[in-house]
């Protein structure tokens, strides 16, 4: 079966695994899982060689990815995440790089690049994902999927390796939003669903797009205005976009220094030296520091929280650009992962869901547009994105 992972999607196979007997809504659908959830009698690697060695097996099962078995998903293998699930984009120093089955020449996006790879592939009807600061948003841009970032702590992350916990998510890619949408049904809670029925937009977040990507973000947004009327236009919020992104920035790497700086000092764990700068980072972030930055969080989330009410969305790109080549250099991949940064950090730091729907291509690649509701409200951007996926087909 190994030989059949053309996209170097996955980094354990299992052999000669007994069907899985469950009957349910995912009866059928082969299931792969991002190695950061443990699966039972499987060693979770967290993207590390060194911790793949010491991992003993795992003696339960995440109890989201044990609710997708329990529907009847058949369990396939483990897929590739990068190094410690702390990168955006999709290139782990310790194994063979995964290839983007729609653009080949560019990256997959990380660290749910294993997962994002084998759906887009045909490897896999669903994969499992976790999304920190974009790591199913921005794949889901990149290689033409739908991804949704859920309400941070809508599903549970028990029996998961942690990053940034405040900022840590549980996600999911297949290649159709029926499916998607299944998946939902048994992962999100079900209460009243909201009425999303106002737009907006927030010119400074659409003038990030790179110019080449401009005019097709405006098409896919005016697809998205046909639909359901022209948004109104945000004022700035407090604080600023370039606060923002020192917020998520600061605020994610001291989370993740505190959860596993002890690990990574207390060996030689070999780290890719772009995976440990961002770990290293977290060390230098102060307690002053990062009591100023919840203080700004805050007062984005109770501002964002204000603007979108029960039934706003935010009209928004995903990412500020199609997927980077695969040959680019570390100061371009730098330069792609700061400008996104402010763009991805607006469901992170909020802690509201955001759907990035594929239905945009530049340059034969595909490029996302995302939609941004208020917390709870999963399975209503669902419903709307089920609704533009079929207006743009």
Not at 12 to 22: F, G, K, S
Request: aromatic share 8%; hydrophobic share 40%.
């Amino acid at each position: 079966m190994m030989s059949l992972d053309r996209y170097n999607a996955f980094v354990e196979i299992p052999r000669d695994i007994e069907p899985n007997t469950a009957k349910g809504a995912l009866s059928g659908h082969n299931l792969a899982v991002k190695d950061i959830f443990d699966v039972t009698g499987y060693r979770t690697g967290w993207g590390n060689p060194a911790r793949l060695a010491e991992a003993p097996p795992a003696t339960q099962t995440n109890s989201a990815v044990q609710a997708l078995f329990d529907a009847g998903a058949h369990f396939i293998g483990k897929t590739q995440t990068e190094e410690l699930a702390f990168s955006m984009i999709g290139q782990n120093v310790h194994f063979p790089h995964p290839i983007n089955p729609r653009a080949p020449d560019r990256v997959t996006g990380g660290s749910s690049s294993g997962s994002a790879a084998a759906v887009a592939g045909g490897l896999a009807d669903i994969a499992t994902g976790s999304d920190t600061g974009g790591s199913i948003r921005c794949p889901a841009s990149f290689c033409g999927l739908v991804g949704l970032r859920t309400t941070h702590g809508a599903i549970p992350l028990d029996h998961t390796m942690a990053l940034a916990p405040s900022f840590d998510t549980f996600g999911w890619f297949t290649p159709d939003m029926a499916t998607y949408r299944a998946v939902a049904q048994i992962l999100l809670p079900q209460p009243s669903r909201m009425k999303l029925t106002r737009p907006l937009a927030f010119p400074a977040l659409d003038s990030i797009v790179k110019p080449e990507c401009a005019p097709e973000y405006a098409r896919m947004a005016k697809l998205v205005a046909a639909h359901n009327g022209n948004p109104a236009s945000l004022p700035g919020p407090t604080p600023t976009l370039d606060d923002l992104y020192w917020t998520m920035r600061k605020l994610q790497a001291r989370e993740a220094w505190d959860v596993r700086g002890a690990w990574i000092e207390s060996a030689d764990r070999n780290l890719g030296k772009a995976t440990y700068d961002r770990f290293a980072f977290g060390k230098t972030v102060s307690n002053a520091d990062v009591a100023i930055e919840t203080a700004h969080r805050d007062a984005f989330r109770t501002w964002l929280g204000d603007v979108l009410a029960d039934d706003g969305f935010l009209v928004m790109p995903t990412v500020t650009d199609i997927a980077p080549r695969s040959n680019a250099t570390p100061e371009q991949f730098s330069i792609f992962r700061e400008a996104s940064i402010r763009l991805l950090c607006w469901s992170g730091l909020s802690g509201f869901p955001q759907l990035s729907l594929p239905i945009g291509e530049v340059n034969g690649a595909p490029f996302g547009i995302s939609l941004l509701g208020p917390a709870g409200s999963d399975l209503a951007l669902l419903d709307l994105g089920a609704q533009l996926l079929d207006a743009s087909s």
